[in-house]
């Protein structure tokens, strides 16, 4: 909480951009670079990202709300398909915009050159039936090989996103903070305290400016799976040894004492 108010402060002097503005920065087929740190450098990136950022505003708004539930088979294929590095993998998720009122059933694939390529369609909410409705069980099937009837909700969860563009409108920097899990199979929950997860999405290696930004704060590359470590955090009957090293790390960035 106590470096809230500074986030706030310096993200209010970034100069806006709207959605509209923003139509043209989809990414659908991009690669992804994904850093982890804590709300404490977060202050110092917001700071140093003056004059070189504009910031998503949405109803006056630049912090964003979501709600993203992820589906998988009993058996956790998409999980363990990450978890055992497997590539391609993909994740099957409902992500709602709750300041846009917008949900998306989505499919992620990352192959083995290191891009995501994602297709969705819109549902009416996060149930079952609205994915059906929607045509999900077709739309699984032809990305995934499963359906609506091969999977079943494990976990889901809410944090709070900065976007950031940068001036050249070739970047997105997603900022995510204060997420929290929620876990179907067991009823039980965890949160993520200071961890704040940065995502620079980009078509190809266009130049960014934020990466000069990330290296003068010490802030590394980490991949980071919210599906992944939302599912150890709170399934403690998951395989696991190949995120022990990454769940000390976050311990120390969050301030949490997480085990597995």
């Known amino acids: 909480m106590e470096h809230d108010q500074d986030i706030l402060q310096w993200l209010s002097s970034l100069p806006p951009i709207s959605l509209d503005e923003m139509s043209g920065i989809k990414l659908m087929n991009r690669t992804d670079t994904k850093f982890v740190t804590n709300k404490q450098k977060l202050v110092g990136l917001?700071?140093?990202?003056?004059?070189?950022?504009?910031?998503?505003?949405?109803?006056?708004?630049?912090?964003?709300?979501?709600?993203?539930?992820?589906?998988?088979?009993?058996?956790?294929?998409?999980?363990?398909?990450?978890?055992?590095?497997?590539?391609?993998?993909?994740?099957?998720?409902?992500?709602?915009?709750?300041?846009?009122?917008?949900?998306?059933?989505?499919?992620?694939?990352?192959?083995?050159?290191?891009?995501?390529?994602?297709?969705?369609?819109?549902?009416?909410?996060?149930?079952?039936?609205?994915?059906?409705?929607?045509?999900?069980?077709?739309?699984?099937?032809?990305?995934?090989?499963?359906?609506?009837?091969?999977?079943?909700?494990?976990?889901?969860?809410?944090?709070?996103?900065?976007?950031?563009?940068?001036?050249?409108?070739?970047?997105?920097?997603?900022?995510?903070?204060?997420?929290?899990?929620?876990?179907?199979?067991?009823?039980?929950?965890?949160?993520?305290?200071?961890?704040?997860?940065?995502?620079?999405k980009r078509d190809g290696n266009v130049f960014s400016p934020v990466l000069d930004i990330l290296r003068d704060l010490r802030i590394k590359p980490s991949g980071f799976s919210k599906y992944c470590i939302g599912s150890i955090l709170t399934n403690p009957s998951l395989k696991s040894n190949l995120f022990k090293k990454k769940l000390v790390r976050i311990n120390r960035l969050s301030g949490q004492h997480f085990t597995i």
């Not at 058996?75 to 099957?92: G, M, T, V």
């Not at 998720?93 to 390529?117: A, C, M, P, Q, W």
Request: charged residues 25%.
């Open 46 to 200: 917001l700071e140093m990202a003056q004059g070189q950022y504009f910031a998503q505003q949405i109803d006056g708004n630049r912090i964003a709300n979501y709600i993203t539930t992820y589906w998988d088979t009993p058996a956790h294929r998409f999980f363990l398909e990450h978890h055992n590095k497997r590539a391609p993998r993909q994740k099957i998720r409902v992500r709602t915009y709750v300041d846009s009122d917008l949900t998306f059933l989505e499919i992620k694939t990352k192959n083995n050159h290191g891009r995501t390529k994602k297709k969705r369609i819109t549902v009416a909410s996060q149930e079952l039936q609205s994915l059906i409705e929607a045509g999900g069980d077709e739309f699984c099937d032809k990305l995934t090989h499963v359906t609506t009837a091969d999977i079943l909700q494990t976990v889901q969860n809410q944090f709070q996103r900065i976007t950031l563009v940068n001036k050249g409108k070739t970047e997105r920097l997603t900022i995510d903070f204060n997420v929290g899990f929620h876990n179907y199979e067991t009823d039980q929950n965890a949160g993520t305290g200071e961890l704040v997860i940065i995502e620079l």
